[in-house]
């Protein structure tokens, strides 16, 4: 009985004070609203719940400067102080989305650039692995899962030989994303001599599981002179024609020369201070000019960058004039973006979105069925593409700007996780990525409103109640 009344006591403490936390502190009313509700009447649970998934704790730059008693909380992004200006020769066609771009980013969008696609670890892999093993000076490396298998091995023995030669070798591993795989590999490259940091580690003593807000980055810097970015993790799942019985995970890299590989450096370095504390900036000459290309990257996360994937999405979209093309693994759009893909439909710009016929996570494809009327009663295409599971994250605008990088289309990456995008103004590969996705939506099954209209009322439910959990899916 009386271990009854304490629990009783530690929850009418824990819940008024988790629920005004809460009330103050989360942004958008639908979250305080539920967050209040499962700290109130989840005994117990519910305030431990808000706790380990509600709170965002990361405090860096702007938010460290500011007295706690005056903080407006976590869940606050901060503009641009001072915008770049933009080039003077920048074609017409770009000015809209990079006036837009400048506002959002911290980097110049800057010319010069080559960015070569890679379909697949088969393409991605080797060129990644000689990188390494040519590197002179540094190699720095994020990766949300990094595999012990047979591919993860040779990229450890790769940073190994870097290590020995005296490259100054720097890998950041996600907290969570190293649990994918046995044994961890942040164990095989501590025994080798590499330098690895975890991001937001989970550990009991001290206590902190933070399942939310990871290091979703995937990010190869060779040299200051070679980048590779885009949407793939490190291990044998990307290679998708070995025979396997799963099919693989097909997924898109991007090797990147010219100046903007300054700018991937110095992200990771931004997010290596924030994990170890050790803060370390640019050194050396900037990259040479390695072709035509302008880019810039884009941050997004739970901290100073928060919304700005959100904002910069929302305005290409709207200044989009003919055609929109996007691909994803996963499709659970905020309401902003959803009503700015039916706006564009409604005034006759082609929108595509190309999403995988069956999901890794089964409960996104159901919860994404919930939602896609609402695109698809104004116009939107969707086609759902057959296996192998596909995992790129590409975004078109009238065949001439992509977007690409690490963030999917959900609540985790524009909310939760920090995202590393790249900007490509350039007709001829936002073309070829056209092209990529076209072929993708030829092959695939275009959705009707008539099939999302037709699922049986089990079906419905299941969908519906996933659905409801998209905030933190």
């Given at each position: 009985?009386?271990?009854?009344?304490?629990?009783?006591?530690?929850?009418?403490?824990?819940?008024?004070?988790?629920?005004?936390?809460?009330?103050?502190?989360?942004?958008?009313?639908?979250?305080?609203?539920?967050?209040?509700?499962?700290?109130?009447?989840?005994?117990?649970?519910?305030?431990?719940?808000?706790?380990?998934?509600?709170?965002?704790?990361?405090?860096?730059?702007?938010?460290?400067?500011?007295?706690?008693?005056?903080?407006?909380?976590?869940?606050?992004?901060?503009?641009?102080?001072?915008?770049?200006?933009?080039?003077?020769?920048?074609?017409?066609?770009?000015?809209?989305?990079?006036?837009?771009?400048?506002?959002?980013?911290?980097?110049?969008?800057?010319?010069?650039?080559?960015?070569?696609?890679?379909?697949?670890?088969?393409?991605?892999?080797?060129?990644?692995?000689?990188?390494?093993?040519?590197?002179t000076r540094r190699?720095?490396?994020?990766?949300?899962?990094?595999?012990?298998?047979?591919?993860?091995?040779?990229?450890?023995?790769?940073?190994?030989?870097?290590?020995?030669?005296?490259?100054?070798?720097?890998?950041?591993?996600?907290?969570?994303?190293?649990?994918?795989?046995?044994?961890?590999?942040?164990?095989?490259?501590?025994?080798?001599?590499?330098?690895?940091?975890?991001?937001?580690?989970?550990?009991?003593?001290?206590?902190?599981?933070?399942?939310?807000?990871?290091?979703?980055?995937?990010?190869?810097?060779?040299?200051?002179?070679?980048?590779?970015?885009?949407?793939?993790?490190?291990?044998?799942?990307?290679?998708?024609?070995a025979g396997r019985?799963?099919?693989?995970?097909?997924?898109?890299?991007?090797?990147?020369?010219?100046?903007?590989?300054?700018?991937?450096?110095?992200?990771?370095?931004?997010?290596?201070?924030?994990?170890?504390?050790?803060?370390?900036?640019?050194?050396?000459?900037?990259?040479?000019?390695?072709?035509?290309?302008?880019?810039?990257?884009?941050?997004?996360?739970?901290?100073?960058?928060?919304?700005?994937?959100?904002?910069?999405?929302?305005?290409?979209?709207?200044?989009?004039?003919?055609?929109?093309?996007?691909?994803?693994?996963?499709?659970?759009?905020?309401?902003?973006?959803?009503?700015?893909?039916?706006?564009?439909?409604?005034?006759?710009?082609?929108?595509?979105?190309?999403?995988?016929?069956?999901?890794?996570?089964?409960?996104?494809?159901?919860?994404?069925?919930?939602?896609?009327?609402?695109?698809?009663?104004?116009?939107?295409?969707?086609?759902?593409?057959?296996?192998?599971?596909?995992h790129s994250k590409?975004?078109?605008?009238?065949?001439?700007?992509?977007?690409?990088?690490?963030?999917?289309?959900?609540?985790?990456?524009?909310?939760?996780?920090?995202?590393?995008?790249?900007?490509?103004?350039?007709?001829?590969?936002?073309?070829?990525?056209?092209?990529?996705?076209?072929?993708?939506?030829?092959?695939?099954?275009?959705?009707?409103?008539?099939?999302?209209?037709?699922?049986?009322?089990?079906?419905?439910?299941?969908?519906?109640?996933?659905?409801?959990?998209?905030?933190?899916?």
């Amino acid at each position: 009985m009386a271990e009854q009344w304490l629990l009783l006591f530690a929850h009418v403490v824990l819940a008024p004070a988790t629920a005004l936390h809460a009330l103050l502190y989360k942004r958008d009313p639908r979250a305080a609203f539920g967050w209040i509700a499962v700290c109130v009447l989840l005994p117990l649970g519910g305030p431990v719940l808000y706790v380990l998934f509600g709170i965002n704790r990361v405090r860096s730059g702007a938010a460290r400067r500011l007295p706690r008693r005056f903080s407006p909380g976590y869940e606050r992004g901060d503009a641009v102080a001072q915008p770049h200006p933009l080039p003077e020769d920048l074609s017409p066609r770009y000015l809209p989305l990079a006036r837009v771009g400048a506002g959002l980013s911290r980097h110049a969008l800057l010319a010069g650039n080559h960015v070569e696609t890679l379909h697949n670890g088969e393409q991605a892999y080797p060129p990644m692995l000689a990188a390494i093993r040519g590197a002179t000076r540094r190699v720095y490396l994020s990766s949300y899962i990094f595999d012990s298998d047979a591919t993860g091995r040779d990229f450890v023995d790769a940073l190994a030989d870097a290590q020995t030669r005296g490259v100054d070798v720097r890998v950041l591993v996600d907290g969570m994303g190293e649990w994918y795989s046995w044994p961890r590999v942040r164990r095989l490259l501590s025994r080798r001599g590499v330098r690895v940091a975890r991001f937001m580690p989970l550990t009991l003593l001290p206590p902190s599981i933070h399942i939310n807000m990871r290091k979703h980055h995937k990010l190869l810097v060779v040299d200051t002179a070679l980048a590779f970015t885009g949407g793939m993790n490190i291990g044998d799942r990307h290679l998708v024609s070995a025979g396997r019985r799963d099919g693989g995970v097909a997924d898109v890299q991007f090797q990147v020369r010219g100046p903007a590989v300054a700018q991937l450096e110095d992200v990771f370095l931004q997010l290596w201070s924030l994990t170890t504390g050790d803060a370390r900036t640019l050194t050396g000459p900037a990259p040479p000019s390695a072709g035509e290309m302008r880019c810039r990257v884009i941050t997004d996360g739970p901290d100073e960058d928060l919304d700005r994937l959100t904002m910069l999405l929302v305005a290409a979209i709207s200044i989009a004039r003919e055609d929109l093309r996007i691909m994803t693994p996963y499709f659970l759009p905020p309401r902003e973006i959803i009503a700015a893909l039916q706006a564009a439909a409604v005034r006759g710009v082609a929108v595509t979105v190309v999403l995988p016929a069956k999901n890794n996570l089964p409960y996104m494809h159901w919860a994404t069925q919930n939602m896609l009327w609402e695109l698809l009663s104004r116009g939107v295409r969707v086609v759902y593409q057959p296996p192998p599971f596909v995992h790129s994250k590409l975004f078109v605008v009238d065949r001439a700007y992509a977007l690409i990088g690490s963030a999917n289309w959900d609540a985790r990456s524009l909310r939760l996780n920090f995202e590393l995008m790249l900007e490509i103004y350039d007709a001829t590969l936002a073309g070829e990525l056209a092209a990529h996705i076209d072929a993708a939506a030829e092959a695939g099954e275009r959705v009707s409103l008539a099939d999302v209209d037709g699922r049986s009322l089990p079906v419905r439910l299941r969908d519906s109640v996933c659905w409801l959990f998209t905030p933190y899916l």
